[in-house]
């Protein structure tokens, strides 16, 4: 049986944004053979306010929902069907009438160095400077190398490499997943271990989503869930939430669910690398965001007295 309508998937325009979309096209064509008909399901895409500023590094323009924000209002207004997203951009908190009704399994969530060969931070030579606009990444590799520089990095993945392969900056990091889904392997780079540099927040994997009350949407998008993944992307927001992280506050998270449940790594620093805490501990899987939340308020107590929260 076929689906009463076109569904429209609405994306972010960056190649990135457009191979995610296509992966998720091409699972639902899979899992629903109907979804395969040409224009059963079209690309939407849509700018938000993270793509429309970019002479200004994200704590500066501030907030949650940067790249989701304007995706949201579309999907409440009916303009899409379903929404593609890098969990790492959504918000903890969800507009009302929207979910996150799947996450396919999660992709290598490490960050990956970029820097002419050096294999780690503590290889980049002395007075290297680091282009990112993450605080989470600058934050780390200023608690490493205090003699290192961080200057803001904006732009897509081929934007930063450009940027690097011209000498603007010596160093950058980037996620392994995003290369990889653009077909870039490590670009060259290093993969680091969580132990050297520990991930975003739900780094790595895709959310879907859609109108809360749309049944048949979410009844097909629920057929690409990874619930192992979502599991651990549930503790990790969990964390998040404890904190009320926002793009002015460096935290990092992962949960890696295994046979004995999940364990999970957090930390929470100042942007100047100065003051850093880390907490881990390990749960049952059915306990994922009791174990977030835990972890948060950990992290938290640690930091008394400088954490901005």
Known sequence: MGVARAWRIGTRGSPLAMAQAELVRAALAAARPELAAPGALTLEVIRTTGDNVQDRPLAEIGGKGLFTKEIDEALLDGRIDLAVHSMKDVPTVLPDGIVVAAMPERADPRDVLLAGGAASLAALPAGCVVGTASLRRAAQVLAA????????????????????????????????????????????????????????????????????DDAEVRAAVALLGHPPTERCVAAERALLAELDGNCRTPIAALAVEGPGGIELRGLLATPDGRHVVRVQRTGAARDADRLGREAGRELLRLGQGWAAG
């Open 145 to 212: 190398r205090p003699d290192l520089t961080v200057v803001s990095l904006r732009g897509n993945v081929q934007t930063r490499l450009a940027k690097l392969a011209r000498g603007e900056v010596g160093a950058t990091l980037l996620a392994a997943a995003g290369l990889a889904r653009l077909g870039l392997g490590t670009a060259g780079g290093t993969p680091l271990e969580p132990e050297e540099m520990l991930p975003a927040v739900a780094q790595g994997a895709i959310g879907i989503a859609c109108r809360a």
